[in-house]
């Protein structure tokens, strides 16, 4: 089993900036990919970034060159910094693990995007 934790996300004005980060724990080993996942209001949830133990990095087109996916050497932390925000990137922000055919996710961290 895999326990994902999620913090830094809060109310930010438009063009300004987050960063939020998640902790694994427990089983990391098992881990191949980490990744970030949003859900808006009455939208489904989708994909913001994922990185995979060899660095290889993913973003949709929506938030490709305003957001940063990373992590730290052990590879149990990952950090999505977000720049240049908008309105629509409001939404409850999910940290996502995966590997040996199984899929984690956290408990979801807020992030409001509003003048």
């Known amino acids: 089993q895999v326990q994902l934790v999620e913090s830094g996300g809060g109310l930010v004005q438009p063009g300004g900036s987050l960063r939020l980060s998640c902790v694994a724990s427990g089983n990391i080993f098992s881990i191949n990919a980490m990744g970030w996942y949003r859900q808006a209001p009455g939208k489904e949830r989708e994909l913001v970034a994922i990185i995979t133990n060899s660095g290889i990095t993913n973003y949709p087109d929506s938030v490709k060159g305003r957001f940063t996916i990373s992590n730290n050497y052990s590879k149990n932390w990952i950090y999505l910094q977000m720049n240049s925000l908008k309105p629509e990137d409001t939404a409850v922000y999910y940290c996502?693990?995966?590997?040996?055919?199984?899929?984690?996710w956290g408990q979801g961290t807020r992030v409001t995007v509003s003048s």
């Open positions: 996502n693990a995966k590997g040996r055919g199984r899929e984690y």
